[in-house]
């Protein structure tokens, strides 16, 4: 079993940063995709990000794309992500997911894990 914990969800101002951390338990980390995905009140999930086991493929859903940002640190089994510019509709609460693949990353039924969520809000 793998635990996903994330970290650093916060009351920001509009146009303020936040890092999100996401680790994981134990090494299946290292081959992984790692997704980002957001649930706002009473909305459905959305993807938000995602990055390979590699590191080298990337993908951001359109409505974050140069604002926020995607990585990885294998050695402490962690993906962060760094949201600029925030805006007050990105306000939800923010989770990570692990998959075994690549593809269909945008799909969260296509992960394995996911974690319990960090609540993200943002002030206008």
């Known amino acids: 079993q793998v635990t996903l914990v994330e970290s650093g969800g916060d009351l920001v101002q509009a146009g303020d940063s936040l890092r999100l951390s996401c680790t994981a338990s134990?090494?299946?980390?290292?081959?992984?995709?790692m997704g980002w995905f957001r649930q706002a009140p009473g909305k459905e999930r959305e993807f938000v990000a995602a990055?390979?086991?590699?590191?080298?493929?990337?993908d951001y859903v359109d409505f974050v794309k140069g604002r926020f940002t995607i990585s990885r640190d294998t050695a402490k089994n962690t993906v962060y992500l760094q949201m600029d510019g925030m805006k007050p509709e990105d306000t939800a609460v923010y989770f990570c997911?692990?998959?075994?693949?690549?593809?269909?990353?945008?799909?969260?039924?296509?992960?394995?894990?996911r974690g319990q969520g960090t609540q993200v809000t943002v002030s206008s």
């Open positions: 997911a692990a998959a075994q693949s690549w593809y269909h990353r945008r799909s969260l039924s296509q992960y394995d894990y």
């Open positions: 134990r090494r299946v980390f290292s081959v992984s995709t």
């Open positions: 990055i390979s086991g590699s590191g080298t493929l990337i």
